[in-house]
C-alpha cells in the first residue's frame, strides 16, 4: 500500500486551491502538448496547492482506445510540476473512473507519474453499494484515495449514509470530495465522517462550484458521545478555480484568514453571490450545464492561455447565448478576474 507523504497529507488536511485541469487541443483535435504545459505553469504561478488531472473538466473522453490521452495528460502535468523545482508542497490528484479492472490499472498508471492521490468517481457504475466498497479498497491499496460524491443534482447517484460510515473507514481513504448540490445528501457524508474513528484524518473538499465560499465558510457540528465535533470544507477542487485562477488562490486566503468574530463574513457571503453568478455564465447552468467545459476553454481563450475552445466530443460547445453571458460577468466582476496577472504570466514565457 503506498502511503501519503507527511507533508502531502498536511497541506490536504489544512486546506488548499485545486483546480481542475483542462484539456489543450489543437484544431485538428490532436493535444496541443505546448498549451498544456503553458496552463500547469498558469496553475503553479498563481499559488495554487496541486492539480486534479484526468478528470471531467480534462473530459472522459481521452480515455477512448482511440484517442488515448490519459497517459500523455498524466504525464505532461508530472513533468511541469518537476521542472517547477517547488521549495513547497504540491498535491496531484490524478481522476480515477470506470470499473474496477479499468480503475485499478489507472490508480497504476497516476502512481507511475508520481500521484500521490487518486480522486475516484463512483459514476456511470450499476454496482451495488458494498461492490462500490470493495472496488475503492481494491484502489487504495495502490494509491490513496480522494473519495468523490457526485450528487444526482448534477449527473451522480445517491450514496447512503451507511456507504459512507464504511468509506470512511477505509484506511488509505484521505479526502473526500463532495459536490455538495444537496444538502441533506451532504450531511450523509459529513455526519459519517464526524463519527468515524478516522474523523481528524479525512480531509472535506468542497466540489460544488455554485456555492463556493459559503462551503468554505459553513461549520458542520454533531454532538457525539457528549463531545462536540465540528468538520468543515477545508478546501476546493474545483472546475470552476481552472479559471481565474489567481484571484481564486487570494480569495481563498481571505476566507481562511477570516476573523473569529466574524467580521465581514456579510462580504464574503455577497461574492460568493457574485462568483455564483460568474459560475452559471461559463458553466451554462442556463442550459443544464451543456457548455460547462467550452466555456471554461473560452475564458482561457480571452486570456491567451489556450488556442481555441475544441472539445473531444462535438457536441461539447458554447450554448447560444454563453459568450454573451460571459461578456456580461466579465464587465460587472472585473475584479474577480485576473487578466492582468495572466498577460504579465504570458509575458514571462516567451
Known amino acids: 500500500m503506498k502511503n501519503l507523504d507527511t507533508s502531502i497529507h498536511h497541506l490536504l488536511q489544512q486546506g488548499t486551491v485545486i483546480p481542475a485541469h483542462p484539456l489543450a487541443l489543437n484544431q485538428h483535435l490532436s493535444l496541443d502538448e505546448n498549451r ?4 500547469t505553469r498558469y496553475y503553479i504561478a498563481s499559488g495554487v496547492g496541486g492539480v486534479a488531472v484526468g478528470v471531467h473538466t480534462t473530459q472522459f473522453e481521452i480515455r477512448k482506445p482511440h484517442i488515448n490521452l490519459l497517459e500523455p495528460v498524466l504525464e505532461i502535468a508530472a513533468d511541469e510540476i518537476s521542472r517547477a523545482k517547488l521549495e513547497r508542497p504540491f498535491i496531484k490528484v ?3 473512473v470506470g470499473p474496477t479492472e479499468q480503475a485499478l490499472r489507472e490508480a497504476e498508471l497516476a502512481v507511475k507519474y508520481g500521484y500521490q492521490l487518486g480522486l475516484v468517481s463512483m459514476g456511470g457504475l450499476t454496482y451495488s453499494e458494498d461492490e462500490l466498497i470493495k472496488r475503492v479498497e481494491a484502489i487504495a491499496e495502490i494509491i490513496p484515495v480522494f473519495g468523490f460524491y457526485l450528487q444526482p443534482a448534477v449527473g451522480g447517484r445517491i450514496l447512503t449514509y451507511h456507504f459512507w460510515q464504511k468509506f470512511v473507514e477505509i484506511p488509505n481513504v ?3 470530495k463532495v459536490a455538495a448540490f444537496n444538502r441533506y445528501q451532504t450531511l450523509d457524508v459529513v455526519r459519517a465522517v464526524c463519527h468515524s474513528s478516522r474523523r481528524n484524518e479525512i480531509a472535506l473538499y468542497t466540489g460544488n462550484d455554485d456555492n463556493i465560499i459559503a462551503d468554505l465558510l459553513t461549520p458542520y457540528r454533531f454532538t457525539i458521545n457528549g463531545e462536540l465535533v465540528e468538520k468543515r470544507f477545508v478546501g476546493g477542487l474545483l472546475g470552476h478555480w ?5 484571484n481564486s488562490v487570494e480569495l481563498f486566503h481571505e476566507i481562511k484568514q477570516r476573523p473569529g468574530d466574524h467580521h465581514g463574513i456579510e462580504n464574503l457571503l455577497a461574492k ?9 455564465a461559463i458553466f451554462d447552468a442556463a442550459n443544464s450545464f451543456k457548455g460547462c467545459i467550452a466555456g471554461i476553454h473560452e475564458v482561457l481563450r480571452r486570456q491567451g492561455l489556450m488556442e481555441g475552445i475544441w472539445c473531444l466530443d462535438p457536441e461539447e460547445k458554447l450554448s447560444p447565448g454563453q459568450a454573451e453571458e460571459i461578456d456580461r460577468v466579465y464587465s460587472m466582476y472585473p475584479y474577480l478576474t485576473d487578466d ?3 498577460h504579465n504570466f504570458l509575458r514571462t514565457q516567451k
Request: glycine share 4%; net charge neutral.
Open 94 to 96: 490524478a481522476g480515477i
Open 174 to 176: 484521505h479526502a473526500i
Open 242 to 246: 481552472a479559471v481565474w485562477t489567481k
Open 272 to 280: 460568493n453571490i457574485e462568483i455564483t453568478d460568474m459560475n452559471a
Open 340 to 342: 492582468a496577472f495572466v
Open 36 to 39: 498544456q504545459r503553458l496552463l
